[in-house]
């Protein structure tokens, strides 16, 4: 089992920044993929961004130059820095990570999700 807890939601206005968090119960080596997914009202989850063990990431393209996924090995934590924030970024936004499944290929797991608010 791996538990997400995510932090640093908010309320923000447009072209600021936040920074969520997202601490893994294991040792983040043992994650092949963590990521950030998103959710706005009516519309499916998407992927944000995220990143595999090795360092490899993967953007959305509404993202690109404005959110940089990082992690702190340590402290088994992941975050989000997003920049620039734009209405269109309103969403709850959850944590993901993809860890081996016993029976083979890879397991979803799932923060709580994190409210992020960007007003015009």
């Known amino acids: 089992q791996v538990q997400l807890v995510e932090s640093g939601g908010g309320l923000v206005q447009a072209g600021e920044s936040l920074t969520l968090s997202c601490a893994a119960s294991?040792?983040?080596?043992?994650?092949?993929?963590m990521g950030w997914y998103r959710q706005a009202p009516g519309k499916q989850r998407e992927l944000v961004l995220s990143?595999?063990?090795?360092?490899?990431?993967n953007y959305a393209d509404s993202v690109k130059g404005r959110f940089t996924i990082s992690r702190d090995n340590a402290k088994n934590t992941v975050y989000l820095q997003m920049k620039s924030l734009k209405p269109e970024d309103t969403a709850v936004y959850y944590c993901?990570?993809?860890?081996?499944?016993?029976?083979?290929?890879?397991?979803?797991?799932w923060g709580q999700g994190t409210q992020v608010t960007v007003s015009s």
């Open positions: 993901n990570a993809k860890v081996p499944a016993v029976i083979g290929g890879l397991r979803d797991y």
């Open positions: 294991v040792d983040i080596f043992s994650i092949n993929v």
């Open positions: 990143i595999t063990r090795f360092g490899n990431t």
